[in-house]
Every structure is written in C-alpha cells, then in structure tokens.
C-alpha cells in the first residue's frame, strides 16, 4: 500500500471479485435447475407415452381414434407442467447486478473537518512550493485535531 486510496481500491476489487463469484454461482445454479425441469418434463412425457398408471384422476375419453385415459394421464400432465414451471422460471429469472458501494474508511467526518483539511493542504502546499507536503499537512493536522486523536 502507497497510497491513501490503495486500500480502498483494494477492498473495491475484492467486492467486485466476491460480485462475480456470486453471479456465476447465480448462473450455474440456475442451468442446474433448468436441466432438472426438463428431465421431470421427459418423465412426465414417458408417463403419457407409455402410459404408466401411478394414480391421479379417474376418467377416460375417446375421439376420431385417439383414447386418453385421464387416470393414466394426469399424472404425466401433472409432471410435464411442474418440470415446465421449474425450467420457465429458472431461464426468466432476473439477471440483476447490482455491486456494492465505494466504503467509506473515514466515517464520521463532517464537512467541516473536509474544509478544515483542505485549508491545511492549501496551507502546507503554499509553504512547501513543489515540494512534499506530507510531513507539514500531518504536523498541522496533528496540531488541530490533538485531543481527537487522543480519544
């Protein structure tokens, strides 16, 4: 660390890294969940195909050729529609980034204490002409903030 915002660029980065950790688990887990809706709708589809009886309502109906057992086929209707749920719901779910804010380290100075920092800049930086005003700016900040540094 150089610099007074390296360690906020530091935190900063390790936020976004954490974000992007999170939206790429956010993405795997939705395929995941998609890819499990569409084996529940081919098992429900395997239900009507072959007709397997495992419960559900009773009823049956013929027309032009074609009979469908109620009994027989709810229980495939029933597992085509959930395993359609699960994958519409998991391809529209909201993609949302949002990242965290900028933290603040110095919480609790007032503007004030901003003015009354700037003016000492100004000060050590018109008395240091090009030079480092580093040693100058900590000893008048020392000097007019000694007793809440002492806290």
């Known amino acids: 660390m150089h610099g007074v915002n390296d360690y906020l660029l530091y935190s900063l980065m390790q936020s976004e890294y954490a974000n992007l950790k999170t939206m790429t688990n956010k993405q795997i887990m939705k395929v995941a969940v998609m890819h499990i809706g569409f084996a529940i709708i081919s098992v429900g589809l ?5 007709g397997i009886n495992e ?4 009823g049956s109906g013929e027309s032009t ?14 597992l ?6 699960m994958s519409g719901a998991a391809g529209l779910l909201i993609n949302e980034y949002k990242t965290v804010s900028i933290p603040t380290y110095a919480g609790g100075a007032t503007q ?6 700037a003016l000492i800049y100004s000060q050590c ?8 005003v580093s040693d100058c700016f900590i ?12 806290k």
């Open 65 to 78: 050729g074609v009979k469908f057992n109620l009994k027989i086929g709810s229980t495939g209707v029933a």
């Open 139 to 150: 000893t008048l900040f020392e000097a007019k903030y000694a007793e809440e540094i002492k």
């Open 112 to 117: 004030g204490d901003i003015r009354d920092m």
């Open 125 to 132: 930086k018109d008395e240091n002409k090009g030079g480092d």
């Open 46 to 50: 395997m239900f009507i195909v072959l």
């Open 55 to 58: 419960g559900g309502v009773d």
């Open 80 to 85: 085509f529609a959930s395993g359609a749920l």
